[in-house]
């Protein structure tokens, strides 16, 4: 019953907007994206669809730009390989320079905040680089945020200035922290997602410092894929059908976002 309601739902929520469909291609050209797991905002679901926040109003963008957008969910590593190496039109992450000479980026876009969590009173979180120093430091390994705000974090864990552990996932880095094997874990707002699986004992703070936007990078050789993009991201505007982070409002997000299995070791 509840799926059916759904289903209704979604038919008249449908109907209520309709220039958001009203930019019209011929066919669905098949899009290849790279992107890595990050629960609730990028994951393959429990039935192995790709769903969460970001993924989610990305699709929501490809369906309605006529374009079959094909997701593989990768390591950071390999993801960034295979935008390089040009087997995949795009990847999901976060707006750095890296990747201006190869990619322009979509005009829509979505705020990714991330800085320390540590089981110390707030007013003793490192708010400069050079404050971490003398300390033990949980990052995962790959994700380039630390070195937006510590960009000599390696040079200072070569020195011994900086105790850093380096983990395999974001569950392993969780999971350390919970154990208090360090004073402080880099990581984003949204490993709230994954702390909630594991404990109900949020005696933690976080202290956001850096805040990027979520895009998506589409190789300088198909501007096709980025205009239509673009123009569908104008048309949502238009509609309203976007919140105050530009992801699909609640009612649509409510109905096609799955969670992500919570796997680990």
Same mark, same amino acid.
């Given at each position: ?48 669809? %790709? +769903?969460?926040?970001?993924?989610? @109003?990305? &699709?929501? =963008? ?5 374009? $079959? ?95 850093? %552990? +380096?983990?395999?996932?974001?569950? @392993?880095? &969780?999971? =350390? ?5 360090? $004073? ?82």
């Amino acid at each position: 019953m509840i799926k059916i309601i759904h289903y209704a739902f979604f038919i008249c929520f449908s109907f209520a907007f309709p220039s958001a469909s009203s930019v019209v291609y011929a066919q669905n050209d098949v899009v290849k994206l790279a992107t890595f797991s990050y629960p609730p905002l990028l994951h393959n679901s429990q039935n192995g669809e %790709f +769903s969460g926040t970001v993924g989610e @109003t990305i &699709t929501y =963008m490809c369906e309605l730009a006529a374009m $079959d957008c094909q997701v593989e969910i990768l390591p950071f590593k390999r993801a960034y390989q295979k935008l390089e190496n040009k087997l995949v039109d795009g990847l999901i992450t976060i707006k750095v320079d890296q990747f201006e000479k190869c990619c322009a980026h979509t005009n829509w876009e979505t705020p990714w905040i991330a800085g320390f969590f540590s089981h110390n009173p707030i007013e003793e979180i490192p708010k400069r680089p050079e404050e971490i120093l003398g300390q033990r430091l949980i990052t995962v390994a790959g994700m380039r945020s630390p070195y937006e705000f510590m960009p000599e974090l390696d040079e200072w864990s070569e020195q011994k200035k900086v105790t850093l %552990f +380096s983990a395999n996932n974001t569950y @392993t880095a &969780t999971r =350390m922290f919970l154990n208090k094997r360090a $004073d402080y874990l880099w990581g984003s707002e949204d490993f709230y997602w994954y702390f909630n699986k594991q404990t109900t004992d949020m005696d933690f703070t976080f202290l956001p410092l850096v805040v990027r936007p979520i895009v998506i990078w589409i190789q300088k050789d198909r501007p096709d894929i980025l205009a239509r993009f673009n123009a569908v991201y104008e048309q949502l505007l238009t509609t309203q059908t976007l919140d105050h982070k530009k992801l699909l409002i609640p009612e649509l997000m409510d109905i096609r976002y799955r969670d992500a299995t919570f796997d680990h070791p």
